[in-house]
C-alpha cells in the first residue's frame, strides 16, 4: 500500500472552496481584493488540507507575512554573506524571518529585486549598501521600517549602520608608514561607492599626516574582487610603476594582489607589504596569513536585524557605532 499521500494542489483548494484556481491565487498573493465570502473559503479550505503556503495564508489574514526583505549586493560575497549570516541571527527566536535578494552590483537590478520585495509584503527591509538613490531609501522609510548597512543617506542618519571607513583605511596605511613604506600603493573599491571614498580619503589622509605626496600613479581603481585586484597589480607592473608596500580596499582584492605579485617573482613581505581590509574568514589562512583591518561583519548583520526589531515594536532603532581593527599577521614587514 502506498502510504505518501497525493500532494494538494491549488485545484483541489479551489474545488472544496467552491471557486476558480485565479481565486485562490489571489488570495495567496495578496496582490488583488477579493470579496470577503469567498476570501474565508478559499483560507478555511486552505486550513482543512493543510496545503503547503497555509502560513502564508494564515499571515494574509491577519495582514502580516513575517518577512524581512534584504537587499545584498552578491550572494557570493564572503563579505555580504556574513553580514547575512549575522542577520538571521539577529532575527532568531522573533516572529520574523529574512527574505534575500541581490541586486547583482546594478542600480536596475536592486530597484526591481525591491519592487519584488515589497510586491511579496515584506513588513520591513535591511539594504546592504548598493546604489539605491537617497530619495527613494527616503520614500521607502516612510512606508516600511527600513535599515541601511555600510553607506548613509540623507536624512536616514538614525537608519544608517556605517563603520569608520575612513579611519580604517587611515590605520592601515598608517601601519605602512610606521613599518618604513613610502611608496604605498592603494588599490582601491569601486569609485561608484561611497566605502571606497572614504577608504581613498584615509589612505591620503595618512600620507598628508606623514609629509608625504599623493602619488596619482600610486592609486588604482579595482572593483572589490579578486580579479580586479590582480589587473591593477598587473598594470602598475607592466607601466614599471615603483612602489613597497600596497593597501588593497578589500580582502578579495588583496588575494588577487598577491597572485600577480607571485606571478612576478615578488615575494610578500620580503619584497612587498600587503595589507587588506575586512579580515574574511579565509584571510588567516592565505599564504602569507593576510594583515587587514578586521571589519565586524557579523555584528553588522545583527545590528541591523535588532534595530529592524526595535523599528517594528515602534521604537527607535538605536544603532551603534562600529569601529576596525588592525590585525597584524605576516604579510607586512619594514621596509629592507
Not at 579611519?167 to 611608496?183: E, F, K, P, S, V
Not at 573599491?189 to 599626516?209: F, K, M, P, T, V
Not at 595589507?275 to 574568514?281: E, H, R, S
Not at 536585524?305 to 532603532?317: C, E, K, M, N, V
Request: hydrophobic share 45%; glycine share 8%; proline share 5%.
Amino acid at each position: 500500500m502506498n502510504t505518501m499521500s497525493k500532494a494538494v494542489t491549488i485545484h483541489d483548494i479551489a474545488r472544496e472552496a467552491g471557486v476558480s484556481p485565479s481565486t485562490v491565487s489571489r488570495v495567496l498573493n495578496g496582490n488583488v481584493p477579493v470579496a470577503e465570502p469567498k476570501r474565508s473559503a478559499v483560507l478555511a479550505a486552505i486550513e482543512r488540507r493543510s496545503f503547503r503556503p497555509n502560513a502564508v495564508a494564515r499571515g494574509l489574514a491577519r495582514g502580516t507575512t513575517g518577512a524581512v526583505g534584504v537587499l545584498t549586493q552578491a550572494l557570493s560575497s564572503q563579505f555580504y554573506g556574513e553580514i547575512l549570516f549575522g542577520v538571521e541571527q539577529g532575527l532568531r527566536g522573533s516572529p520574523y524571518h529574512p527574505v534575500i535578494v541581490s541586486g547583482n552590483w546594478h542600480s536596475d537590478e536592486e530597484l526591481a529585486a525591491i519592487d519584488l520585495l515589497i510586491t511579496r509584503r515584506v513588513e520591513a527591509l535591511v539594504i546592504l549598501g548598493g546604489f539605491v538613490p537617497d530619495a527613494r531609501l527616503q520614500q521607502m522609510a516612510r512606508d516600511l521600517p527600513l535599515v541601511v548597512v555600510g553607506r548613509a543617506a540623507d536624512g536616514l542618519d538614525t537608519y544608517c549602520l556605517r563603520v569608520d571607513d575612513e579611519h580604517g583605511a587611515y590605520q592601515a596605511t598608517r601601519y605602512l608608514i610606521d613599518l618604513g613604506h613610502r611608496r604605498i600603493v592603494h588599490v582601491t573599491g569601486a569609485l561608484s561607492h561611497e566605502d571606497a571614498h572614504d577608504r581613498c580619503r584615509g589612505y591620503e589622509r595618512a600620507l598628508a599626516e606623514a609629509g608625504l605626496p599623493v602619488d596619482p600613479q600610486l592609486i588604482v581603481e579595482g572593483a572589490y574582487t579578486e580579479q580586479s585586484g590582480l589587473l591593477a597589480t598587473q598594470a602598475l607592473l607592466s607601466r614599471g610603476t615603483q612602489f613597497t608596500a600596497i593597501f588593497a580596499a578589500n580582502d578579495q582584492m588583496a588575494y588577487g594582489v598577491r597572485l600577480a605579485l607571485y606571478r612576478r617573482g615578488l615575494r610578500v613581505p620580503d619584497d612587498v607589504s600587503l595589507v587588506g581590509f575586512d579580515d574574511l574568514n579565509g584571510s588567516a589562512y592565505a599564504i602569507p596569513p593576510l594583515t587587514t583591518m578586521r571589519q565586524p561583519t557579523m555584528d553588522m548583520g545583527r545590528a541591523a536585524a535588532q534595530a529592524l526589531l526595535r523599528l517594528l515594536d515602534g521604537q527607535a532603532p538605536a544603532l551603534p557605532t562600529l569601529t576596525t581593527e588592525l590585525i597584524i599577521r605576516e604579510s607586512a614587514a619594514p621596509l629592507r
